[in-house]
Antibody, heavy 122, light 108 residues
């Protein structure tokens, strides 16, 4: 059973960079044809896909966040990470990491972390 | 940017059938997926590739597709089905992923 766990600071100051790590257990991050995604959810609002990475390092980002987002992977640690720069209060949200499956037409998320709340405030 | 449109809320009585729709221009080309999210919890996949049900998901959950609209149907709704439901798909290129705005299912 694959498990994902987000970690990182719960409080980030405006204009700084938000950094989170997702640790994958119960299987190798490199096994199978899986991608690995970050998704966020502001309090009381809907889900927003941030971006995904393949273990080769290939990435795709949400166009609305692309200029501020970097997702990277460390296969030796079975982890992947998110960096979001120049944050504002609008970036306050619960951040989820998720295993992403490539179907014949499209991608979906079959395993999710429990989520971690990141608050942007001075 | 690509959008998926869901009704904000749906209400049904226990034992009735709930139908939640999701509309998007690329849905004829891209599969849709449905997630159930209960308060304080991560989303759970309940339907994949328009109509398939993951193992462990009750048979009362089903999905269908017609043109630019996909539908999640919950038959014989139970109190435990009260949750937010999100559709998810991709734009026509298949590259960028999108969620619908979510539908709050209330069991009266």
């Amino acid at each position: 059973q694959v498990q994902l766990q987000e970690s990182g600071p719960g409080l980030v100051k405006p204009s700084q960079t938000l950094s989170l790590t997702c640790t994958v257990s119960g299987g190798s991050i490199s096994s199978g044809s899986y991608y690995w995604s970050w998704i966020r959810q502001p309090a009381g609002k809907g889900l927003e896909w941030i971006g995904r990475i393949y273990t080769s390092g290939s990435t795709n980002y949400n166009p609305s966040l692309k200029s501020r987002v970097t997702i990277s992977v460390d296969t030796s640690k079975n982890q992947f990470s998110l960096k979001l720069s120049s944050v504002t209060a609008a970036d306050t949200a619960v951040y989820y990491c998720a295993r992403t499956v490539l179907a014949a037409a499209g991608y979906y998320f079959d395993y999710w972390g429990q989520g971690t709340l990141v608050t942007v405030s001075s | 940017s690509y959008e998926l449109t869901q009704p904000p809320s749906v209400s049904v009585s226990p034992g009735q059938t709930a139908r939640i729709t999701c509309s998007g221009d690329a849905l004829p080309k891209q599969y849709a997926y449905w997630y159930q999210q209960k308060p304080g919890q991560a989303p759970v996949l309940v339907i994949y590739k328009d109509t398939e049900r993951p193992s462990g998901i009750p048979e009362r959950f089903s999905g269908s597709s017609s043109g630019t609209t996909v539908t999640l149907t919950i038959s014989a709704v139970q109190a435990e089905d009260e949750a937010d439901y999100y559709c998810q798909s991709a734009d026509s290129s298949g590259t960028h992923l999108e969620f619908g705005g979510g539908t709050k299912l209330t069991v009266l």
